[in-house]
């Protein structure tokens, strides 16, 4: 059988490619094919231990078993995200989500999702700042599973409407080079009462760094460094 392999992140470098088609023989599991990358580039042994798989756009183990066609995205855990040129949108019943190259206008999306019955709008931006550890950053460049992460997003806010008595959601991310003061990702949470739209917002960024496949490389006067997160 043959499937479609997505890499992203440190691994593209690792590879020297984002996607590969493999041919892998029935009954073959995630596992196999990790074992069978690992056998071709050996350095991604010490990346086994951490690495998230993905197969048709949902996190899996790598018990999983594979059939014709699969799509497999395999990546270190998020931090974060660009794979294509463009916009994506998903837009229900009072909640948007957007992976966007273009700046983020958070307020404009608060104004837009804002209703009579809200007493609160819980905005959170989350700006690039001008160091990493003690490393002067120059700019930032942010990669996602594109497809996937809106995908994400939206079930994020699903999840934050049914904990919470709030009345709207908007999360947007920002994706390709940013400069040092831009905002990347935006979360607003409209609300009757200001108690469940900062709960609400709190939880949603958090859990964004979680489980949303974005990554950020942060770029120095003397070389650059993805950012990934810990599993």
Not at 76 to 96: D, I, K, N
Request: net charge negative; charged share 30%.
């Amino acid at each position: 059988m043959r499937v479609d392999l997505l890499l992203f992140a440190s691994l593209v470098d690792v590879v020297g490619a984002r996607r590969l088609r493999l041919e892998l023989p029935d009954g073959a599991t995630v596992g196999d094919l990790l074992a069978r990358l690992e056998s071709e580039y050996s350095v991604i042994e010490k990346y086994r231990p951490t690495l998230l798989t993905a197969v048709n756009q949902e996190y899996v183990e790598s018990e999983h078993l594979l059939v014709d066609g699969d799509e497999v995205a395999i990546f270190p855990p998020v931090s974060g995200g660009a794979t294509a040129e463009g916009e994506r949108v998903r837009r229900l019943p009072g909640e948007l989500y957007r992976i966007t190259r273009a700046p983020i206008d958070a307020a404009g999306v608060a104004r837009e999702l804002q209703r009579d019955a809200d007493g609160a709008v819980a905005v959170f931006e989350g700006i690039v700042r001008d160091n990493f550890r003690g490393r002067a950053t120059r700019y930032l460049v942010y990669e996602a599973y594109e497809a996937m992460a809106l995908e994400k997003m939206a079930e994020i806010g699903a999840r934050v409407r049914d904990v919470w008595e709030i009345g709207t959601v908007g999360i947007v991310h920002r994706l390709g080079r940013l400069e040092i003061g831009e905002t990347s990702v935006a979360v607003i949470v409209t609300s009757p009462h200001r108690r469940a739209a900062f709960d609400a917002c709190h939880y949603a960024i958090d859990r964004l760094k979680a489980v949303v496949p974005i990554w950020k490389k942060e770029y120095f006067e003397d070389g650059e460094v993805w950012v990934e997160g810990e599993r």
